[in-house]
């Protein structure tokens, strides 16, 4: 029975990350750990580390850099609803901001190709081969 108490107690920082939604996989979560994206108090942090009630952690994803406190420890995947029970988000107000004009910055160019402009179609082709013949 103390081994299952001892199991309850121990866990892992990059299953953490995964179990609460912050990264898709647990191999990304991992990644990121030995990738200096996770941080404590200002230094990098392995994967295996335990994560403890209370510990806060600096973690850059793809989109934002997230500052969260631990609330509880979640040993398995569940819906985000339920994640986030488990941490409390205490990211600065200016790095909160500095994403919300970075998204109103981006919002005019998504990268992706606006509709009637470029290439032309295979019926404007054969009209413009049309036309020049």
Same mark, same amino acid.
């Given at each position: ?9 121990? #866990?892992? #920082?990059? /299953? +953490?990350? %995964?179990? @609460? ?23 990098? @942090? ?5 994560? &403890?009630?209370?510990?806060? +952690?600096?973690? $850059?994803?793809?989109?934002?850099? %997230?500052?969260? /406190?631990?609330?509880?420890? #979640?040993?398995?995947?569940?819906? +985000?609803?339920?994640? @986030?029970?488990? +941490? ?10 500095? #994403? ?8 005019? &160019?998504? =990268? ?5 402009? =470029? $290439? ?14």
């Amino acid at each position: 029975m103390s081994s299952n108490t001892e199991k309850s107690e121990k #866990l892992r #920082l990059d /299953k +953490y990350l %995964w179990s @609460i939604r912050l990264f898709k996989t647990r191999s990304l979560a991992a990644a990121a750990c030995d990738s200096g994206k996770v941080k404590q108090e200002g230094s990098q @942090i392995k994967a295996a580390k335990q994560v &403890h009630v209370g510990d806060e +952690y600096d973690v $850059r994803t793809e989109g934002r850099l %997230w500052r969260i /406190k631990v609330t509880g420890l #979640l040993h398995s995947r569940v819906a +985000y609803s339920e994640a @986030i029970k488990f +941490y409390v988000d205490i990211t600065p107000a200016e790095e909160l901001e500095r #994403l919300q004009l970075q998204r109103q910055a981006s919002s005019f &160019h998504t =990268g992706k190709r606006l509709s009637k402009v =470029g $290439r032309p179609t295979k019926k404007e082709r054969r009209d413009l081969d049309e036309f020049m013949d």
